[in-house]
């Protein structure tokens, strides 16, 4: 059967969960297939962002950290974000960066599994995770060991010097998910730690943190959290490990009695013993709204039409295009996050070309084109016009001068 | 000569810096004396985020990292803080939490002084700073040793083992000043390093990093800087540092090329190395604003005004409430940053009171009564105000009801 747009159309109509798309603001023309890499803006951010400037901080001022609750913040969205990831409201926290964050829980996990130097992890994936285990190494320098293995091989390196798997579960190159039970499993089974990386996961992919028995979490805010442009990151700490992880980055936010201005450090009992600084309270208070609209959603719901959305592009790609790209995602839905990766020598000309008709997805060199299709927000209608876009540029060769053109700038 | 409300009027008419109160927002009636803990808002801001979000976030959507310039933001309100400290424009970054920026910056100083063991602090001061080297202590155990020493034998305590003197310049409780030049050269006399916090210092004093000769220092967005709750943190590190001082905490945006996505981490050449994770943009633009009314005022006139009220403030206590509180700040204004604290074994019922009558301070137990003088928005009359409303509360015993509330509260 032959794709076309009225069929899309249809499932448009179809789509149970149509109606959150009016909770965003998408520009008029726009196809955005970058949610992946910043989620659109949830229109309730505007009055609740306006709110927070003027009445919690113009008008409450300092006595919003009480009246207005910004205190609690961290561990109030934590909490709603732990229902997204298979978590219990007490295990997850929202602070600082994902990079922070995995420098936390990776240290804490070399404290919990003293006398083991390991820790086990892949290339190629996103960098920040590799950057941060490097800087742990040459901090430590002969206390930690990095053994950085190609995927298939990653059960077999995990052996009993292994303090810590550490592992994106979505990748953001390929969309390829990793098996988080089993590798899980495999890590418990010789004694080591779990530290998922969830920044393509949560929002995008089921997540059961709990189910699969990991130890600890990290996570992105802006991405399918749709949390705004450097939005904070969350973390997770299992209930079982929460006594004994201790941050090295001992903030007085992580303090058991962080106004008591006492001066010996003494964590929080709880997940909060994971805070460091004053918590971002702007941030917040947008990511809250984001995750909030995640939190209505119907789970399997979203799952069902991410993955419908993936096969609907790739079916589509072949169609139109046939030949002309390689498919660099798997083709299995099930083994894919919420994004298909299409292979080009030209692709990052050719992905100029789409963004100039305003089809927004993105590049990763030296060969990756990226669309991320979050099904808050993307219809079926917009993958059909994205893909008819794609054909148009590679028919006519459009895409040749945004070629010439990036070749000029570069020279 | 009495001091009455007429001289305080009189002060506010003259005063060169009057016009700067109407870009801030103080509610009607509230005299906001904890400008020290958290900043006013800056009227702009509501404008500006209101555009980061609907123009930027909402119609630029990822675009904005380079159209909006999202990425260079760091840097840019970096360079704006910088000229508030005495330090180049390349010398200073916006990034993380105060406390965050302490854990790159002492670490990385251990790095620049091989050999060394020993980080030189005080006690009592705001315990973040204490928090953050007993984690790095117990990260890094006997590479480490802590010498917390009082204030007086500072100087005695740096010798040839010190890799690090870590200092906050003014004190958060008694708005002590540090003498900066000073000690900064004693430790550069033994080959140490001087980091100094300057949390409760810039926008409040006179700061010159580079005149001092300081090595590195961090500080606060949302104090005089007026950046919004949980503002992103600012940190230096002098030119002559920035090619070896190295981050521990070696995110991507720290690398030399954050968008190549290499496997293996290769800090950037200049002060971005100590960027880690996705900037929070919201709170960058927030403090850009607030920083950027603090740039156009005059540095002389602001501590003039700051010495001014706070002397204005000491005065009109010993004659309004003579003998009722001990002045736990230094008397002489040239040795106390921009705030004084009183001290009252009901101190806290005090404030209560205060507070209930619209006069924002803020108490440190056990009995210290902090009031913060932003010279931008507070006025002279201000101060005669809330120490009229102090009398009153003295003489009438209105604070006992407070005491007895708290007291109930407790039990």
Redesign the interface.
Known sequence: MTLDREICAALDRDDPLAAFREEF?I?DG?I?L?GN??G??PRA??RR??DV??Q????G?????NTAH?IDLPQRVGAAIAGLIGARPDEVVVA?????N??KLA?AALGLRPGRRVIVTE??N???D???L???Q???NDRVELR?VAPEHLAGAIDGDTALLLLTQVHY?TGRVHDMMALTRRAHEVGALALWDLSHSAGAIDVDLNAAGADLAVGCG?KYLNG??????FLFVAQRHQAQA??????????AAPF??????LPAPDIRRML?????????A?LEIGVGIMARADHRQLRRKSMALGDLFIRLVEQECPGQFTLQSPRDAAARGSQVSLGHPEGYAIMQAL?ARGV?G?F??PDTMRFGFTPLYVRHSDVYDAVAHLKDIMDSGAWQDAAHQARGAVT
Request: hydrophobic fraction near 45%; aromatic fraction near 12%; glycine fraction near 10%.
């Open positions: 603001e520009p726009l955005y970058d890499s910043l659109a803006l951010v505007k962002l306006a400037v003027t919690e901080w113009g008008a001022l300092i006595r919003s950290w910004w600082d960066s994902t990079s922070v995995l420098f240290t290339p190629g996103f960098p920040t590799l950057y941060i490097q800087g742990i040459r901090l430590l950085v190159r802006y705004g442009p450097g939005a904070p990151a201790q941050s090295p980055l001992s903030g007085w936010m992580g303090h008591a201005f006492s001066d010996d450090y460091c600084g004053t918590p971002a309270i702007l941030g917040l947008a963004i927004i993105d990763r060199a």
